[in-house]
């Protein structure tokens, strides 16, 4: 039999009994308030209200950005620069002097052509009065009036090439090629400058014969500039052209962006988002769908703001978003990010 050590008296068995009993009435109080306090708890989500949007498949196509309004500046008279005051980067007005040959030459002539005009005119002016009186034979006077009207026209001429010495800018734009100096001999027809407008940047893409006949002119597109970042541009398609290439099946499409950038400059790349087949649609983020075993689902909150599972099913995938064709309607709230450790019937607080 054993005997209870004699340093525990009667009035410590009964202190260490109540302690025991305070102790286990303590646990199950925390174990309780713990469980009551994770009943109350919610998860935080993202949500998104369910609503329809005109959206459509997009198809992606580079190209790269160039000037609808392009000349290059040929010299119809030969002779030597003496001006050519601008450089590439540089802005010209419409009408503006751009280049200067030397006229010299052309002066010298045309003052020759001028006095033959003159003494022509008072050839003819002295054959009618001798015609007057019979002095002149017809075949004279016709020969004079002949005569004065090849100076005229001698002068015009020289007149029209002295013109050709000044060339000047045929709309207002900027310089982006500069080929010859002051001082160089040009022969007729050099190529002297480049002149664009780069107000009339367009985008040239190549589109399928698939695609073209869902596209149309003034349809709405979203250009990216790689040059200018990430930044979506709107633009629309300005002209689509007639004839595909008989190797390829590839048509030809113009862009233009509306308005055009700042930073927008000839040659850069550009990649042009269409969107064809444009309908109102049920669409939500693509990270928002759920997959398992069961199938596809998305968690909708219900009138207790608790996230429930719900079947749905999918359809054509569009950018960043997908299709939904049922199991969704329009002002459903479906949960878009904090999924994780999210369980149907949880009790959640949308955080946007």
Same mark, same amino acid.
């Given at each position: 039999?054993?005997?209870?050590?004699?340093?525990?008296?009667?009035?410590?068995?009964?202190?260490?009994?109540?302690?025991?009993?305070?102790?286990?009435?303590?646990?199950?109080?925390?174990?309780?308030?713990?469980?009551?306090?994770?009943?109350?708890?919610?998860?935080?989500?993202?949500?998104?209200? @369910?609503?329809?949007?005109?959206?459509?498949?997009?198809?992606?196509?580079?190209?790269?950005?160039?000037?609808?309004?392009?000349?290059?500046?040929?010299?119809?008279?030969?002779?030597?620069?003496?001006?050519?005051?601008?450089?590439?980067?540089?802005?010209?007005?419409?009408?503006?002097?751009?280049?200067?040959?030397?006229?010299?030459?052309?002066?010298?002539?045309?003052?020759?052509?001028?006095?033959?005009?003159?003494?022509?005119?008072?050839?003819?002016?002295?054959?009618?009065?001798?015609?007057?009186?019979?002095?002149?034979?017809?075949?004279?006077?016709?020969?004079?009036?002949?005569?004065?009207?090849?100076?005229?026209?001698?002068?015009?001429?020289?007149?029209?090439?002295?013109?050709?010495?000044?060339?000047?800018?045929?709309?207002?734009?900027?310089?982006?090629?500069?080929?010859?100096?002051?001082?160089?001999?040009?022969?007729?027809?050099?190529?002297?400058?480049?002149?664009?407008?780069?107000?009339?940047?367009?985008?040239?893409?190549?589109?399928?014969?698939?695609?073209?006949?869902?596209?149309?002119?003034?349809?709405?597109?979203?250009?990216?500039?790689?040059?200018?970042?990430?930044?979506?541009?709107?633009?629309?398609?300005?002209?689509?052209?007639?004839?595909?290439?008989?190797?390829?099946?590839?048509?030809?499409?113009?862009?233009?962006?509306?308005?055009?950038?700042?930073?927008?400059?000839?040659?850069?790349?550009?990649?042009?988002?269409?969107?064809?087949?444009?309908?109102?649609?049920?669409?939500?983020?693509?990270?928002?769908?759920?997959?398992?075993?069961?199938?596809?689902? @998305?968690?909708?909150?219900?009138?207790?703001?608790?996230?429930?599972?719900?079947?749905?099913?999918?359809?054509?995938?569009?950018?960043?978003?997908?299709?939904?064709?049922?199991?969704?309607?329009?002002?459903?709230?479906?949960?878009?990010?904090?999924?994780?450790?999210?369980?149907?019937?949880?009790?959640?607080?949308?955080?946007?």
């Amino acid at each position: 039999m054993r005997t209870i050590p004699h340093y525990l008296s009667a009035p410590g068995i009964a202190l260490l009994s109540i302690l025991l009993v305070g102790c286990s009435q303590s646990s199950t109080e925390s174990a309780h308030g713990k469980q009551v306090k994770d009943e109350d708890k919610t998860h935080l989500v993202a949500i998104e209200v @369910v609503e329809l949007r005109a959206l459509g498949p997009v198809h992606e196509r580079n190209g790269t950005l160039k000037p609808r309004q392009t000349v290059r500046i040929f010299n119809q008279e030969e002779g030597r620069i003496t001006k050519l005051p601008f450089f590439e980067g540089d802005s010209v007005a419409g009408g503006e002097t751009i280049v200067t040959l030397d006229e010299e030459l052309l002066n010298s002539e045309l003052e020759k052509a001028v006095a033959t005009a003159k003494q022509m005119r008072l050839n003819l002016k002295r054959q009618e009065e001798l015609a007057k009186r019979l002095a002149v034979s017809q075949d004279e006077l016709a020969q004079a009036q002949t005569d004065l009207s090849v100076a005229e026209a001698e002068k015009r001429v020289l007149q029209t090439r002295l013109g050709y010495t000044r060339i000047s800018a045929p709309f207002a734009g900027v310089v982006s090629k500069r080929l010859v100096e002051p001082g160089d001999v040009v022969p007729r027809h050099t190529h002297l400058m480049t002149i664009i407008n780069p107000e009339s940047l367009i985008i040239r893409i190549l589109v399928s014969d698939l695609l073209l006949p869902q596209l149309n002119s003034d349809d709405p597109v979203t250009v990216r500039i790689d040059g200018l970042g990430e930044q979506p541009f709107s633009g629309r398609i300005h002209r689509i052209y007639p004839e595909l290439d008989e190797k390829t099946r590839m048509g030809t499409i113009e862009v233009v962006l509306e308005p055009i950038p700042n930073g927008a400059r000839s040659g850069q790349l550009c990649r042009v988002m269409l969107q064809t087949a444009t309908r109102d649609r049920i669409t939500v983020p693509f990270n928002a769908l759920q997959r398992d075993t069961e199938g596809e689902f @998305v968690f909708r909150l219900d009138e207790r703001q608790q996230a429930q599972r719900a079947l749905i099913k999918s359809g054509m995938r569009i950018a960043d978003r997908i299709e939904i064709v049922q199991g969704l309607e329009t002002g459903d709230r479906i949960v878009t990010k904090g999924f994780l450790e999210l369980e149907p019937g949880m009790k959640v607080e949308p955080v946007n």
